[in-house]
């Protein structure tokens, strides 16, 4: 290994180019450059960390087509000559570490060390924490943020989807991020927040399921305790970045209308008009349920629902999506495989059965699905388990179709036997658990249904 280190004196082009098949086995990107900045090795981790692809060769440091945040600093040390780390922003949003190294002669080979954060950090917590090595800590709790640059290229819905939330965010704009549970609302929001924010900008989120209509108050406008101090709640404590509200719908009606004031002036109830500037703060919503037919219900305020939705994105559910469910197989895996010391890698067969499945939990019931593969992938009985639960998935209730006002409907024929029939197709997919099987209790060949939620899914 002394052979690979920069400042030992044989380290030379040569022995990096030699080494160049045995950089790839590294967990860690690694670049090795001349002190001129020609490329002399580049490895795999460090291509799919930057987004490269794995074909390109490039000549020199300044032909790598990079587009991560902060990389302009890495080429303006280099050039420099100066050692140390630098924060990036990489490829699906990944938080990178790169350390430079140069020796001091500047006549030996010069090192970019690439680091995921969130890799690096549980290979620590395991070797300094007592882990045993084989543990796996699950995703849930190890979290893996979505590579939506891939995402994009895969799906022309997510690109626009995306496009738009950029657009939206850049002007200040509200956004309503609305579809079922388990479509990536979260994860969207979040993504939204970092095209706009540095790594100083607070990203709040605020579960408005999650507590009392009291607590729940408190917790979001702050209150003052027995000294009448006042304690910031979650919007002072986003001033500057972005207010994330999951599950808008929950906030009770009370608390509606003081978050309506709060909207109209920047300004919380505490605030005399004399006090400071008002809280400067993006607000991002999310729902699965239809905020339109709350407010016709008397459930959320109309006033309040404009307010939040200025712009709408809906999520499509990961059924309408096929291509991605290869790509976040691979994502959850390659995560999944970094805490197993044999990787796991999933039959054609298991593969196959995943595209044509309904997911009626989308992308969340998907990562519960890879999990238990990564547990029972060396039990055939245990896998066939998961095969079976495949192929008869829970029915996961939506509202009633049959049940919608007269008065919400467009009164248009056509219109209507379309969205009827989109419903009852979707209803038969998550009842059957693929589409060919949904077309064979329907009645129609497997092209139909592929067409008309096609066609659904891109009005």
């Known amino acids: 290994m002394t052979a690979l280190w920069p400042e030992h004196p044989l380290f030379s082009a040569t022995t990096a180019q030699a080494a160049a098949e045995g950089l790839d086995l590294f967990n860690d990107g690694l670049i090795a450059l001349t002190p001129d900045e020609i490329v002399v090795s580049i490895n795999s981790e460090a291509r799919r ?6 074909d390109a060769v490039p000549a020199s440091l300044a032909d790598l087509e990079v587009t991560a945040d902060g990389w302009d600093d890495v080429l303006d040390a280099i050039t420099r000559n100066r050692r140390g780390d630098l924060a990036l922003r990489g490829a699906g949003n990944r938080s990178i570490l790169a350390t430079l190294t140069r020796d001091a002669s500047a006549r030996h080979i010069q090192w970019i060390l690439l680091r995921d954060v969130e890799a690096f950090e549980f290979r620590r917590d395991r070797s300094f924490g007592g882990k045993e090595a084989g543990n796996i800590r699950f995703l849930s709790n190890e979290k893996t943020r979505p590579d939506f640059e891939t995402q994009r290229q895969l799906c022309p819905e997510i690109n626009v989807l995306l496009s738009r939330g950029e657009r939206a965010i850049r002007q200040g704009a509200r956004i309503l991020i609305t579809g079922e549970s388990g479509v990536g609302k979260s994860e969207i929001a979040r993504f939204l927040h970092t095209t706009v924010a540095d790594a100083r900008d607070p990203f709040m989120i605020v579960n408005c399921a999650s507590s009392s209509e009291e607590k729940f108050d408190a917790l979001l406008f702050g209150q003052d305790d027995v ?7 979650l919007i002072e404590q986003a001033d500057g970045g972005t207010l994330f509200l999951d599950e808008v719908c929950e906030i009770p009606l009370s608390t509606q209308a003081k978050l309506l004031g709060f909207l109209d002036d920047g ?10 500037r008002p809280t400067l703060v993006r607000i991002i919503s999310a729902t699965n349920r239809d905020l339109r037919q709350m407010v016709r219900e008397g459930k959320f305020r109309a006033d309040l629902y404009f307010r939040l939705a200025v712009i709408g994105l809906h999520v499509p559910p990961l059924r309408d999506l096929t291509p991605l469910i290869d790509h976040l197989i691979d994502r959850f895996s390659q995560t999944i495989n970094q805490r197993r010391q044999t990787p796991m890698i999933i039959p054609q067969r298991v593969r196959e059965i995943l595209c044509d499945y309904s997911f009626p939990g989308n992308i969340r019931e998907l990562l519960n699905i890879v999990q238990r593969i990564a547990i029972f992938l060396d039990d055939a009985a245990d896998l066939e388990e998961i095969l079976a639960d495949l192929l008869v998935p829970i029915d996961v209730p939506e509202r009633d179709e049959g049940s919608e006002d007269i008065t919400t409907a467009t009164l248009d024929l056509r219109s209507e036997v379309k969205r009827f029939e989109r419903a009852l197709i979707d209803k038969a997919i998550r009842i059957h658990g693929s589409k060919r099987k949904a077309a064979k209790a329907l009645g129609v060949d497997i092209g139909t249904v592929v067409r008309k939620t096609a066609e659904a899914s891109n009005q």
């Open 49 to 54: 960390l930057l987004g490269l692809a794995e």
């Open 267 to 276: 300004r919380l109830p505490h605030m005399q008009a004399q006090a400071k």
């Open 227 to 233: 000294n009448g101090r006042h304690r910031p709640g």
